[in-house]
């Protein structure tokens, strides 16, 4: 009798170990319907465990909603991820570049689902979506918060989007209120190519985040735009001018000499921020590329140190 009660019990465990693991894969592969930003509808996992994030919003959105992803594409201009993310990226994998990811990479990732952000590549999205379901998490030009809202409804975190965009935007207040008069100084965002000095659109990611915080650019620079200028010629420096001046590149080479060399130039020494001491060098991957709430944050963060030595 003992060991047929035994018998019993070692099949009523196993019985309910296999239960167990039946509802623990059927939650973590339990499906829902969305409508990505593209309008495509998609069915992504309800608890998604391994996310790609192929765009540098969905990246940082993934990374501030308590998410890291099982890997992404380096940042555009960039030969890994963007540098203001720092050890938040650490021992992440690179699967491409950005607009290009390397489809055996994304294979090797195994994701569950797959963030491609504005993706305009048809033939790419459906390579894609053979791998893994993915989403269109933002459409091309769209407010970075719109952007994360939607990102943090696809992997079922909306109520931490709410969380982070008020801590943002209690940040903005707070700063703008810390800076007193500088608070209506003007700004002029430049990225340093080799070719010459560009200055970002008015819906640029930076220029949101300097609106936001309710400080003026330069009229030159409020063009309708989320990408930058042309190149600009020495001749035409005085279009980037303003009370504070901040400088960035995507630390290539080419770009950083040829900062070096306008530094030494009579027209840029002439510029009004340059001798007040208010040019300040910046991380281009963050002031000059798309960015989600962590790079948001990072922004102010610069702000706060130029103008106030914070």
């Known amino acids: 009798m003992t060991i047929r009660l035994s018998s019993i019990r070692a099949m009523l465990f196993a019985l309910l170990a296999i239960s167990m693991a039946f509802f623990t894969v059927s939650a973590f592969s339990a499906e829902r319907a ?4 593209a309008g495509r509808a998609v069915r992504v996992p309800v608890q998604p465990q391994r996310v ?6 969905d990246l940082d959105s993934l990374l501030a909603l308590k998410i890291k992803p099982v890997g992404a594409t380096n940042g555009r201009g960039q030969g890994g991820m963007p540098h203001y993310l720092g050890n938040a990226v650490s021992g992440l994998a690179s ?9 055996d990479l994304v294979i090797a990732a195994q994701p569950d689902l797959i963030l491609v952000g504005s993706l305009p590549d048809p033939e790419l999205l459906a390579q894609l979506s053979k791998i893994a379901p993915t989403v269109v998490s933002y459409k091309q030009g769209e407010d970075w918060q719109l ?13 931490q989007a709410d969380a982070l965009l008020s801590a943002y935007r209690r940040r903005a207040e707070t700063l703008r209120g810390k800076l007193g008069a500088q608070a209506n100084a003007t700004v002029s965002v430049v990225r340093w190519n080799p070719q010459g000095p560009s200055y970002m ?6 220029s949101l985040v300097l609106a936001d915080l309710k400080m003026r650019r330069p009229a030159a620079q409020m063009q309708a735009g989320v990408a930058h200028s042309p190149p600009l010629s020495l001749e035409a420096l005085s279009r980037i001018d303003a009370d504070w001046l901040f400088v960035g590149t995507l630390n290539t080479s080419q770009a950083n000499d040829a900062l070096s060399a306008a530094r030494q130039s009579p ?5 009004g921020a340059v001798q007040k001491g208010h040019m300040v060098a910046v991380d281009g991957s963050l002031w000059t590329s798309p960015g989600g709430p962590l790079a948001a944050l990072a922004i102010l963060n610069d702000v706060e ?6």
């Open 267 to 271: 027209a840029f020494r002439q510029l």
């Open 147 to 159: 952007a994360l809202r939607r990102i943090a409804e696809v992997v079922g975190r909306p109520a």
């Open 305 to 310: 140190k130029a103008m106030l030595g914070g």
């Open 52 to 57: 790609l994030a192929l765009s540098e919003i």
């Open 95 to 103: 699967v491409g570049n950005f607009g290009s990811p390397v489809l």
């Open 201 to 206: 659109l008015k819906d640029a990611f930076a």
């Open 34 to 37: 969305i409508v990505d930003a």
